[in-house]
């Protein structure tokens, strides 16, 4: 039982160091996912965004997924909004059935952050309308696979400058030079919001002007258009770095009179409806798996109880050893006995025995005595009814049994007759 009960101990023990480890353990993250998705907490995801802008927008914060056209349709009866279009997906621009500059001509104002990919690949229409292009300057950038190596390199820095307006006063921001790939070109109607400074180092290549315009802001019809060359400021990493997060909510804040909703493609909307609604339901045992620590955990409690169940149904199914029933040794005795009859030939005293034995098993099984001489009458007239022979054929039997019992000797032909005829009245009464 002791033992038992140490086993229990040492495997809660067990439990307990391995969710303290994984809980511990420092996360491990996928810097090639740049999906900007709202349920990764990757760097480039967007979990951790959209929960800060969602709790810090006064005017309201807000995801929508693909199905944008029915948001957009069912958000237009309440009022405008700023739409914020941050994800690194080829078709942002034509991925829904509303006409995006009519959106903006509509009081809308709309952030376009996008990249090289999303920028060649988008709406050709619409970058003539809105009259901005974008060109890279670093053909150093070796896509997403170097992020991680490019933000380790803590030795050079670019520098964004803010140009002060209205709104906010003039600032610099030192930020690493993964998120400063592209750079934007942009027509008279346009007010530049930030520029770049490139950094002096051997993994950069300097365009003949040294600073380059990387955001900047229009009106179009009664809406405005915020152009970002630096899609990745709208991240988890931008908004936990404690430098680009001023930008951030500055290049919101350019549009911060009306509630901000951003274009998520790999949300789905189930109930466009239904604005409390969850976008996906996940039941007790997903949240487990999708959670490191819990998922350790729950594998070690199964196999821990599988290990429990294993000990205890052999600890319960105990070999039962086969006992063999004692032999029976009476018939060997009764042909002992029939022997040493046979042998002396002595069948008064064998009839005599078999009597002995009927009128005890007539006296237990039919309350008869035959042994009373005194009334013998009525105890034969009993045993008669009761077997259906009839009394005088009753009475010479027992009368034949007890004379051969008194005399010398009896032949065997004769000793056979009479136990026949007791054999015959106990198989009556056993009826």
Not at 54 to 72: F, N
Not at 109 to 126: C, K, M
Not at 206 to 212: I, K, P
Request: hydrophobic fraction near 40%; aromatic fraction near 12%.
């Amino acid at each position: 039982m002791k033992s038992n009960r140490a086993f229990v101990v040492i495997i809660i023990a067990l439990m307990a160091v391995m969710i303290l480890f994984e809980m511990n353990a420092p996360t491990r993250f996928q810097w090639d996912d740049t999906s900007q998705s709202y349920k990764s907490k990757h760097p480039f995801g967007c979990y951790v965004m959209d929960s800060v802008l969602r709790a810090s927008l006064p005017q309201g914060y807000e995801v929508c997924g693909t199905d944008i056209d029915k948001y957009i349709g069912k958000k237009s009866r309440g009022g405008t909004h700023t739409y914020l279009f941050t994800n690194n997906y080829v078709d942002f621009l034509t991925s829904f059935d509303v006409d995006f500059l009519t959106l903006i001509k509509g009081g809308n104002n709309v952030i376009l952050a996008f990249d090289e990919n999303s920028y060649y690949y988008g709406a050709t229409y619409v970058r003539d309308e809105l009259e901005f292009s974008l060109y890279s300057f670093d053909y150093n950038n070796m896509g997403h696979n170097y992020y991680k190596k490019v933000l380790s390199d803590r030795t050079y820095y670019d520098t964004i400058r803010w140009r002060g307006d209205g709104k906010f006063a003039a600032g610099s921001y030192v930020i690493n030079h993964a998120f400063c790939g592209y750079a934007l070109s942009l027509s008279q109607s346009y007010r530049t919001l930030a520029t770049l400074r490139r950094a002096n180092g051997p993994t950069y290549v300097l365009s003949e002007e040294s600073t380059t315009t990387i955001a900047g802001i229009r009106t179009y019809g009664n809406g405005k258009v915020v152009v970002v060359s630096m899609p990745l400021l709208f991240t988890n990493y931008g908004i936990l770095n404690d430098t680009i997060r001023p930008l951030v909510l500055r290049l919101l804040s350019e549009c911060g009179d009306k509630p901000v909703v951003r274009y998520d493609q790999t949300l789905i909307n189930w109930d466009i409806d239904n604005e409390d609604s969850e976008q996906e339901e996940g039941s007790p045992l997903h949240y487990l798996l999708a959670n490191r620590p819990l998922r350790w955990a729950f594998y070690l409690a199964l196999a821990t109880l599988v290990a429990f169940v294993f000990f205890s149904a052999r600890r319960r199914q105990r070999v039962i050893p086969v006992v063999k029933p004692p032999m029976n040794h009476m018939m060997d005795f009764v042909k002992q006995i029939g022997g040493i009859y046979y042998k002396h030939h002595d069948n008064v005293d064998l009839l005599a025995k078999k009597y002995a034995t009927f009128s005890n098993e007539v006296r237990t099984k039919a309350m008869i005595d035959i042994d009373n001489n005194d009334q013998i009458d009525d105890e034969l007239l009993a045993l008669s009814n009761r077997t259906g022979i009839p009394l005088n054929e009753l009475q010479q039997h027992i009368s034949d049994v007890k004379n051969a019992i008194q005399a010398t000797s009896i032949s065997d032909k004769r000793l056979q007759q009479l136990i026949d005829a007791m054999n015959d009245i106990m198989h009556r009464i056993n009826i």
